[in-house]
């Protein structure tokens, strides 16, 4: 597919996503001003639906940033769901509870500062979904710390499965489909790279890539 042609689907993909609401919007102007990567409405889209289909309660995040994505789980959630917010930067975090208190969604979550790492061993689970959207490098670690925290049916979404910033797409690809060339990778690439491989060999989940937004990996864990 042609780059002009790329384009037009990620344009049409977006055109058929949920719109921001008012305080949505302000974040992504945020986010655009302060070249701060965001999932955008597509994949935002799909965490919202996500919640839908599943009847979600909780929810947890490695990584949040200013609360953009998880604004998106928290507009679909239950007045007696929650989703846990993980962030290093007191500012980002300050920020998203900015956000959530004047969208009247502050109840629906946990706002904890802190290395995400650190956060998941203060919870038991379960949790019906997760986002790990943090250092690459730690993605697997993150999933090994949760993969026992999800019930049958739990979902785990990692952003930038295919691309995110100097990411060696090409080379990532490459080194999945024929299984070589890992060691020509970046570390952010082989963050990536190592993850992708666990979770498509964990005999307890079921893994997909989807090609919207940065790439996205939905991990279900096997009922039953």
Known sequence: MSTENTIELEQFLESMSPHHDDIQQEMAEHASRE???IIGRTVGG???QLVTMKE???VFEFGSGFGYSAYWFARA???SGQ???TEEDEEELDKAREYFARAGLTHLARFEEGDALDVIDRYHGPFDIVLIDHDKQ???DAFERVRDRLPPGGVIVADNAISAGPMDTEGLMRAIIEGEGAA???DMT????RYLEVVRDDAAFTTVVLPIGSGIALSVRHRG
């Open 35 to 37: 070249g701060f990567p």
């Open 46 to 48: 799909i965490l919202h």
């Open 56 to 58: 979600a309660d909780r």
């Open 77 to 79: 959630l239950p007045e």
């Open 83 to 85: 989703v846990v917010l």
């Open 138 to 140: 730690r993605y697997r």
């Open 184 to 186: 020509d990778l970046d």
């Open 190 to 193: 082989d963050g990536v790279r």
